[in-house]
């Protein structure tokens, strides 16, 4: 069976999110774990955004590691690895709209 968390993004806010926790979803999590982030539809223009993991959830928390880099144009289906129990989408330069991304096959 294939697991997927669904993360809601907002692109034109940057953020220092809490994280998603994996764990809620797999029994694979936490530690050092693949899967692929399927981003539905073009990143915006003038956008960019990291995905993130941790072993804790807290915003602010200096262990958040940066696993990807997704732009302007990038959509479709992309490996992230070595994730952590928690997961976040930090945008780090806003451009316009939201969007519904989903991790899935953590293994």
Request: charged content about 15%.
């Amino acid at each position: 069976m294939t697991l997927a968390v669904n993360i809601a993004v907002d692109y034109s806010v940057t953020t220092d999110a809490t994280g998603t926790d994996l764990g809620e979803v797999s029994p694979f999590a936490p530690q050092g774990k693949n899967a692929l982030l399927f981003i539905p539809a073009a990143v915006p223009a003038s956008t960019v955004f990291v995905v993130q993991t941790n072993s804790v959830a807290t915003a602010g928390d200096a262990g958040w590691t940066t696993v990807a880099e997704f732009e302007t144009g990038d959509v479709g289906f992309f490996e992230v690895t070595d994730l952590q129990r928690y997961v976040r989408i930090d945008v780090t330069d806003a451009g316009t709209g939201t969007a519904t991304l989903s991790i899935i096959g953590i293994q």
